[in-house]
């Protein structure tokens, strides 16, 4: 594309709520063959909603509930604020020795006690048997809910559900995608179960999940190595590098702040329907001599 297209074109985008950052993301955008899409934040809202609690027997909701918020009282992670925003009115006791462990969940020191708060792996790590949850557990994944238990001692005091909505376009847009011809795949801290039940959702049927956060890059890096040109869509710091390491890293612009500086082109709205326009745009102005 001439200099002349690629100015016009980054003018146009800006009026449809996309930012090319650099002139030849536009061009990059033309030639991707398969689009890696963030779950969290990306495809849905990112703003988790406590939906399901379940106790062990012994334990009273209240308490399950005020464990795990005085836990999550100290972590940035979107589930913690779901499980903050429930627990309004009970009065935590304070956490102390907090820990965050990425992709797993979260442990702290609550009134003496230690109190983990994470995924079924997480347990698994701490030597934790979930078996007697596996039934509900994917029950609840299977309707897209994401699961995280709450142990305390050495002992297991429930598990909590939290559901974060597709949001508005996700769907419409993978399908526009899909009908280019493009390969669709999300990509997922979340267990497989919620993963797929969300794609499923969406009409995505590649799914990688269970990737840590320092792993996301690699996985786009592995996708290249077998020869796909991949825009990386996502809104997280931890897609920060993914973002980078793509040939084209699309931030959405409602994300953090380090995403979209690692970003090649920026969603404005966070919208998955501004990528199917933005990549319309860019092979028309490959097509087109202004
Ligand atoms: P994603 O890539 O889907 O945004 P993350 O890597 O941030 O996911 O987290 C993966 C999983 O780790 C979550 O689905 C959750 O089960 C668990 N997890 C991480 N941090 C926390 C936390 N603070 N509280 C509860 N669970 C957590
Ligand atoms: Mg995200």
């Known amino acids: 594309a001439t200099p ?4 016009v074109s980054s003018g146009r985008g800006a009026q449809m709520g996309v930012l090319f950052r650099k002139g030849v993301a536009i061009e990059g ?3 991707i063959g398969t689009v ?17 609690l379940r106790t062990a027997p012994g334990w009273r909701e209240d308490d399950l509930l005020t464990l795990a918020a005085a836990v999550e009282s100290l972590s940035e992670h979107p589930i913690a604020q779901a ?18 462990v990425p992709g797993f969940g979260a442990r702290a020191r609550v009134a003496g006690r230690e109190v983990a708060v994470g995924a079924a792996r997480y347990m698994e790590r701490l030597g934790l048997d979930t078996a007697r949850f596996a039934a509900e557990q994917a029950r609840l994944e299977d309707a897209g809910r994401t699961v995280i238990y709450v142990a305390t001692d050495g002992e297991i005091a429930g598990l909590i ?8 376009g996700s769907q419409e847009a993978v399908a526009a995608l899909r009908r280019e011809g493009l390969h669709v795949v999300m990509l997922t801290g979340d267990s ?3 993963a797929r039940a969300v794609a499923r959702e ?6 990688i999940s269970e990737v840590l956060p320092a792993d996301k890059a690699q996985v786009v890096r592995d996708l290249q190595a077998k020869g796909q040109r991949v825009a990386f869509v996502g809104d997280g710091i931890n897609d920060a590098p993914a973002l980078a390491g793509a040939d084209v890293g699309v931030a959405i612009g409602t994300g953090t702040d380090i995403a979209v500086e690692a970003g090649d082109v920026v969603l404005m709205q966070g919208d998955l329907r501004a990528v199917v326009r933005a990549r319309a745009l860019a092979k028309k102005t490959l097509s087109t001599i202004y």
Not at 36 to 52: A, M, N, W
Not at 202 to 207: H, L, M, R, W
């Open 4 to 7: 002349t297209a690629i100015m």
């Open 161 to 168: 559900a939290v559901s974060d909505p597709v949001k508005e």
């Open 192 to 194: 497989e179960r919620t």
């Open 36 to 52: 890696v899409l963030d779950k969290t934040g990306t495809i849905t809202k990112g703003r988790p909603e406590l939906t399901d």
């Open 202 to 207: 969406v009409g995505i049927d590649e799914v």
């Open 29 to 31: 955008l033309a030639r």
């Open 83 to 100: 499980v903050r925003e429930r627990a309004e009115g009970l009065t935590l006791p304070e956490a102390s020795d907090f820990e965050a």
